[in-house]
């Protein structure tokens, strides 16, 4: 099966200009995370969709980040405008029930942010 | 609030010296322990999933235990290929997402 797609895989943009990341699940999985991996960390979510629905956001910074997930399958998240601690990789996962299930979630390959 | 601790944050090995990594962590209620490989420039990949303490997962060189406290990835006879970071999550009874460590960079030298 096709994995979990991302584009674009790097990005560099100038202090306070937007920034945009797509993201396409694997066929068939509901839910759909966002995370954002700083250099030397571990991954933290942003966002969890359950088919359109956002159901936990408690850590997106809504000042100035946004998301959505239009029909259930693709989603987009958005900077506007960007700041220089936002250079991080952006990683998509998508499991494909409700919550987590044997394998974990799967990852796409990231989108790699760099903010000058 | 649930919390997992990596150790060593980088471990150098020959190839052929077995060692093992360390993954300690606090959750309430934990629902499964997940393992990790991350290459440079490269998503996370899906290694193992622990459910239980006293449960084992064995996939070629690697070999997952689980205690109620700690996981520890054990790695046999390595080989340069196993070169990446190495990566625990958690996920709770009272939440969805992964709860990621830091992870740990393990370098395999010939």
Redesign the interface.
Known sequence: EAGVVQSPRYKIIEKKQPVAFWCNPISGHNTLYWYRQNLGQGPELLIRYENEEAVDDSQLPKDRFSAERLKGVDSTLKIQPAELGDSAVYLCASSPTTGTGTRGQYFGPGTRLLVL | EDQ?TQSPEALRLQEGESSSLNCSYTVSGL??L?W?RQDP??????LF?LYSAGEEKEKERLKATLTKKESFLHITAPKPEDSATY?C?V?SNS????N????TSLLVTP
């Open positions: 997992v629902r499964g997940f990790y420039g490269k998503g996370p990949e899906f999933t990566l999550a996920l939440g969805y997402a992964l990621f460590g830091k992870g």
